[in-house]
């Protein structure tokens, strides 16, 4: 079964069963040319709606885009579309690195500092050894060094260029250079490196079923409890969509 597209609030979401992505993420393994997965919150929908900046272009041209927010599937249910599977964007990076890793393919680590860099590359080694890792650089880096970090992952051309913390543009980053690289998958996960080097502690699965994890990042970042403001934004244009029925399945 084809991974379908629908089109929430104008904004591209893929519904891809949990069992589908070994075969898409082969699929695209296979296809030329620069490729992009994005985990979707409610923030970067809200985001990519926008008409000035190239979030929006990001996001509908990436070639799979998981919903990571309860609230996506909720609405997507409230306006009558096909509703979406949610994804951990923990667990189902560590899905995508098993595909990686039963086949065999090469991976690109791209954030963090140095020792946790170190780490990861570490831990991440010791758990997929089918994977080759065929490059790392760390992120805060300073801007001459971009050329250096392009070159660098256009010669290795990795299956996976994994981007964590210390990213400042994130999904941006690989969108905006595209051009630049000839066959590579790329997936922003800004958590993905503290997680692997154990600096920082995952959210609790329960935590993340019930939808809580926003709970979590207030914890870590008091100043989040500001998003409740374009939250309730968010409610309000799923309404206003019901009401007058923009909703839509893209093509």
């Not at 070994?22 to 985990?39: C, D, N, Y």
């Not at 995952?202 to 809580?212: L, M, P």
Request: hydrophobic share 40%.
């Amino acid at each position: 079964m084809a991974v379908q597209r629908i089109d929430l609030l104008g904004v591209p979401v893929d519904v891809c069963q949990p069992e589908e992505l070994e075969s898409e993420i082969l699929e695209m393994l296979a296809k030329p040319g620069t490729k992009q997965i994005v985990f979707l919150s409610v923030w970067k929908l809200l985001r990519a709606r926008r008409k000035r900046g190239d979030f929006g272009s990001c996001i509908k041209s990436a070639d799979l885009i998981l919903p990571v927010s309860k609230s996506i599937l909720t609405a997507a249910k409230f306006l009558k579309l096909t509703v979406p599977v949610r994804y951990n964007p923990f667990t189902a990076t560590i899905s995508i690195l098993s595909v990686i890793d039963q086949h065999y393919k090469s991976l690109y680590l791209l954030g963090g500092r140095d020792k946790t860099l170190f780490r990861t590359e570490k831990n991440v080694h010791e758990t997929f050894t089918g994977i080759q890792i065929v490059g790392r650089f760390t992120g805060y880096y300073r801007k001459q060094l971009e050329g250096d970090i392009v070159q660098s992952i256009y010669k290795s051309s990795p299956s996976l260029a994994l981007i964590s913390e210390g990213i400042k543009e994130q999904d941006l980053w690989s969108y905006r250079r595209r051009n630049s690289f000839s066959s590579s998958i790329f997936l922003h996960y800004k958590d993905a490196f503290g997680i692997f080097s154990d600096r920082i502690r995952r959210v609790d699965e329960k935590t993340f079923e019930k939808g809580r994890e926003i709970w979590y990042e207030i914890v870590r970042n008091p100043l989040k409890i500001l998003l409740a403001f374009p939250f309730f934004g968010f409610i309000l244009i799923t309404l206003w969509y019901r009401i007058f029925r923009k909703n839509s399945i893209a093509a």
